[in-house]
């Protein structure tokens, strides 16, 4: 079994280290985190080890009652990866200590690409990460993830000339009072193209792609506005059944009445998936649209989630657990993407449940 840690236990790592302890090949270690917060008691409650990230803090764990299993070098000691899951800019101060361990580590889209060797979405370059032997490899941020999994089945299929998206973002993650209260709209940054553009290209180099980002006053979901003008024709329902056939591509169906993120986390969550999470990019089946060689659809991201099947298929790209179509398949088994509901109004497929 891979000992498996993770450092950071906050949106992103309270998921990864949920995601760790249902796959069939790994351990969960332990988690680290500065504070005894809520997030820290829910960690004790599952019974994961829970380590002091920064050690002069030690004390206020005990002056909270929670117990802690020691301090964050022992929790790289003792596990054969890292996935650093701290706030941004933090992982990267953090690569020196996984480095005087020898442990690989995984780092997140908050930090500098060359914090790393490589970028990583498992749908895109998981084979070759794995054979690069990279060591320190970058799971690429909820946008960017978002954006590759749409272009790499695209590009195969179609070939693309070039990707115009305007990334409309949530402001704020629901944990994320400190970002509130907000009313208003923004161009985020005004000046184009956003960062995510450049992001992209981590992963795909030689795709042409200009994003624009803004941030809107929610906190659901962030929702992509997409145009690709492709290197061939191509046909709107041959395009929707390429990208239903993907399986981190939900295409909403029209009978399903979904209008928005609101009701798009309300369906997940009456699915019982766990925190309401949308692992798979969202797409509204009813906006995929071409005129010509120009690919026109929506999409929403939810950013708490998408990433999280990528750390688990980057931990067995990094470390040789498995190969992508193995790793991938366990990934989407054990956390319930097997997204075909909204499939029903195709004849030839059965409808099936979307969580587990
Ligand atoms: N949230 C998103 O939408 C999203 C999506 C994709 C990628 N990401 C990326 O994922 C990374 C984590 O983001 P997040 O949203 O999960 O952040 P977060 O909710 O703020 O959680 C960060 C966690 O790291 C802990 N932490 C803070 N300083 C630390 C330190 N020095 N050492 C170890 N742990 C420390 C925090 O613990 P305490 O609370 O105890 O201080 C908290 O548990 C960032 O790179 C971010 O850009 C975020």
Known sequence: MLQVGVNGYGTIGKRVADAIVTQPDMELTGVAKTSPNYEAQIAVERNYPLYAAIPEKK?????????????????????????????????????????????????????????????????????????????????????????????????????????????????????QTGRGPINDTIPDPVTIPSHHGPDVNTIFPDLDIDTLGMKVPATLMHTHSINMTLESEADAEEVRELLEDESRLFVLSEYLEIDGAGKLKEFAMDAGRPRGDWWENCIWGESITVEGRDLYLFQAIHQESDVVPENIDAIRAVTGLADYEESVATTNETLGIDGRLGHTDRPDREPQPISR
């Open 59 to 175: 004390d206020q764990f005990a002056a909270a009652g929670i117990e802690i299993a020691g301090e964050v070098e022992e929790l790289v000691e003792q596990s054969d990866i890292m996935v650093d899951t701290t706030p941004s800019g933090i992982g990267a101060q953090n690569k020196e200590l996984y480095e005087a361990h020898d442990t690989p580590a995984l780092y997140q889209g908050g930090e500098d690409a060359d914090v790393a060797e490589t970028s990583f979405v498992a749908r895109a370059n998981y084979e070759e990460v794995a054979e690069s032997g990279a060591e320190h490899v970058r799971v690429v941020s909820c946008n960017t993830t978002g954006l590759s999994r749409l272009t790499a089945p695209i590009r195969e299929e179609y070939g693309i000339e070039k990707v115009r998206a305007t990334l409309v973002r949530r402001g704020g993650d629901p944990g």
